[in-house]
């Protein structure tokens, strides 16, 4: 006889544990095998989600409905102001901003869209509106403008308070506001 390694000796001696030993080998090597899957998986399932963001971004996929519902209450419509000319659009502009003053319960007193600005040469539509709103409803009118559709700038924000002794009591309040919407052109 040859003289073997001790340990071929022992597993000569206990082939069990021969068995046990290369079983276990194989159960150490399906979990490293299994992780890295996952791991490879977890990849791909991240990849594809930022895929999917990145094409809903630039355009190129329509963002689903459930996502609309999932992010509460988004707005709906178009970022821009529409109309096929620029004085449809300070019209349209106008015609926001009034619905949105009458809305709170307010009235616009005078508005003056201004289509030559300085910002006109960028795309946007300018307006400066004067009304009357009660003082709680000043923060839902800003609001309003600001979160609806489409997407509306308020640039200026000049606030007068009720004058006193006017009969009523807490009055209304004089509101200068500057609102500014990005106008694409005509489609």
């Not at 003053?101 to 508005?111: D, I, P, Q, R």
């Not at 309003?144 to 807490?170: I, K, R, S, T």
């Amino acid at each position: 006889m040859t003289n073997a390694h001790p340990i071929d000796r022992y597993l000569a001696r206990y082939p069990g544990v021969a068995t046990l030993a290369y079983a276990a080998l194989v159960v150490v090597l399906l979990m490293v095998g299994w992780s890295a899957l996952d791991g490879i998986y977890d990849r791909y399932v991240a990849f594809a989600a930022q895929s999917d963001l990145l094409d809903q971004l630039e355009g190129r996929k329509p963002v689903p409905a459930s996502a609309d519902t999932r992010a509460g209450s988004a707005p709906s419509g178009s970022p821009f102001l529409e109309g096929p000319t620029v004085t449809v659009a300070g019209a349209a502009l106008q015609q926001r901003v009034t619905a949105a003053v009458t809305k709170v319960g307010g009235n616009v007193l005078s508005s003056q869209v201004d289509l030559q600005g300085t910002q006109a040469k960028q795309g946007y539509v300018s307006l400066v509106a004067s009304c009357e709103v009660d003082q709680p409803a000043l923060q839902q009118l800003l609001y309003d403008l600001e979160a609806g559709m489409p997407f509306l700038f308020v640039d200026q924000l000049v606030v007068q308070a009720p004058q006193a002794g006017g009969g009523e009591e807490g009055g209304r309040m004089r509101v200068l506001l500057g609102v500014s919407g990005q106008w694409q052109g005509a489609h």
